[in-house]
T-cell receptor, first 112, second 112 residues
Framework: GNSVTQMEGPVTLSEEAFLTINCTYT??????LFWYVQYPGEGLQLLLK?????DKGSNKGFEATYRKETTSFHLEKGSVQVSDSAVYFCALKGNYGQNFVFGPGTRLSVLP | DAGVIQSPRHEVTEMGQEVTLRCKPISGHNSLFWYRQTMMRGLELLIY????????DSGMPEDRFSAKMPNASFSTLKIQPSEPRDSAVYFC??????????FGPGTRLTVT
């Protein structure tokens, strides 16, 4: 079945550091890929998405490119802020039915 | 748009009591999902509905859990009887058939 693997956390960075959170997937067909963010005490919010190979999703300075050849969708940000501290979830939605799969989440802490 | 609405936001109950969690999806969305989130197990899909019909309830932990969706604008998740290991944050999410999920703020359940 479909699955998502994320790098283990927690990730701790200093403010203005470069961020990469790795995400790889296994899926049949051509899934859509998503990054969700969960701030403390809140529900998950969609951060960005990509629906086909080579698409780049971007939002709030975050970017991720759908790489079919490496089955990856790594999240990047050039300069993180303290306010980016949250848990980040990679997810995919398969072509068939509501096959939405979330990764385990990666906790990011950004220190001033 | 009011987003997905969940109630109550917090629930504290004693072991053995019945607990009912409520969800109002975004108007026009025809899919609804119930998730449970704990530190130990992460985010788990419990059940999802399409056009008010339960499609996959394989994530429901046991017979003490039940979910209903009597109409397109309301769903409940019931636990009877509740146990301390049911303590978690329960999220409801909704989506249109082929699009991303939108999450509610969650209900934090504590069973003592």
């Amino acid at each position: 079945g479909n699955s998502v693997t994320q790098m283990e956390g927690p990730v701790t960075l200093s403010e203005e550091a470069f961020l990469t959170i790795n995400c790889t997937y296994t899926a049949t067909g051509y899934p859509s890929l998503f990054w969700y963010v969960q701030y403390p005490g809140e529900g998950l919010q969609l951060l960005l998405k990509a629906t086909k190979a080579d698409d780049k999703g971007s939002n709030k300075g975050f970017e991720a490119t759908y790489r079919k050849e490496t089955t990856s969708f790594h999240l990047e940000k050039g300069s993180v802020q303290v306010s980016d501290s949250a848990v980040y979830f990679c997810a995919l939605k398969g072509n068939y039915g509501q096959n939405f799969v979330f990764g385990p989440g990666t906790r990011l802490s950004v220190l001033p | 748009d009011a987003g997905v609405i969940q109630s109550p936001r917090h629930e504290v109950t004693e072991m053995g009591q019945e607990v009912t969690l409520r969800c109002k999806p975004i108007s026009g969305h025809n899919s609804l999902f119930w998730y449970r989130q704990t530190m130990m197990r992460g985010l788990e899909l419990l059940i999802y509905f399409n056009n008010n019909v339960p499609i996959d309830d394989s994530g429901m932990p046991e017979d003490r859990f039940s979910a209903k969706m009597p109409n397109a604008s309301f769903s409940t998740l019931k636990i009877q009887p509740s146990e301390p290991r049911d303590s978690a944050v329960y999220f409801c999410a909704s989506s249109e058939v082929t699009y991303e999920q939108y999450f509610g703020p969650g209900t934090r359940l504590t069973v003592t």
